[in-house]
């Protein structure tokens, strides 16, 4: 199980303090990128999001919540083990998105909205390194998990069989239901109330892992 702190849930005016603070229990740091079409809700860009690679040395986990990741996409300045995700639903044609995302020399995961039937990543099982199933309806952080996620996550986990594709679970996660996550397949999980809205982060993120095992 690897934690993802997202950092939607932490202090915009003082990201890369927020986002060091979480650093030592961080496997990836989970950044929602908005732009008010997709989702009702407007976040950051790729100015900010390359200005906070300074000073930060573990890998981004960018997820798109865009209508167009052909056209950003390429703005991320990236390294090879950083992530970027970006939604089924988006409306670009997702083999093109994915080899824009290839060409740009990072991982490319692919997103589903609870709605989604989780059928429809299928066919990309063999081109995408990570699966982002969503727990609640993106846009906004702090909402209720979404129970209907665990069965998703395990009917995904069986698909994908052998292959080597990394499913991560998004949206309500919290010391109750991460253990009903990572049994059924999950192995990122993104938290991102759960562990800011704590005032120790540090001991938020023990309690996450502690309650997974
Ligand atoms: C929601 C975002 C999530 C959000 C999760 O659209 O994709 O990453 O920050 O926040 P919590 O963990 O509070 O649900
Ligand atoms: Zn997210």
Do not use: W
């Amino acid at each position: 199980m690897k934690l993802a702190p997202s950092l939607l849930s932490a202090d915009f005016g003082k990201l890369r303090a927020e986002a060091r603070e979480v650093e030592p229990l961080a496997e990836y740091f989970h950044i929602d990128v908005m732009d008010g079409h997709f989702v009702p809700n407007l976040t950051i860009g790729p100015p900010v999001v390359n200005s906070l690679r300074r000073g930060l040395t573990k890998p981004f986990d960018i997820h798109l919540m865009i209508d167009y990741p052909m056209q950003y996409a390429s703005q991320f300045g990236v390294n090879a083990d950083d992530i970027i995700t970006f939604h089924i639903e988006s409306k670009d044609e997702p083999f093109r998105v994915i080899e824009e995302i290839r060409r740009l020399g990072c991982r490319v995961g692919i997103s589903l909205r609870p709605i989604t039937p989780i059928t429809a990543v299928f066919p990309y099982l063999d081109f995408v390194d990570l699966v982002l199933v969503m727990s609640v309806e993106p846009g906004f952080g702090g909402q209720a998990f979404m129970p209907e996620a665990v069965e998703r996550i395990g009917s995904l986990k069986e698909k994908i069989g052998s292959r080597k594709v990394m499913i991560s679970v998004d949206g309500g996660i919290n010391d109750k239901n991460i253990r009903l996550v990572v049994d059924a397949g999950a192995e990122l999980i993104v938290a991102g109330s759960a562990i800011f809205n704590h005032p120790d982060r540090i001991a938020a993120m023990r309690a996450l892992s502690n309650a997974a095992q």
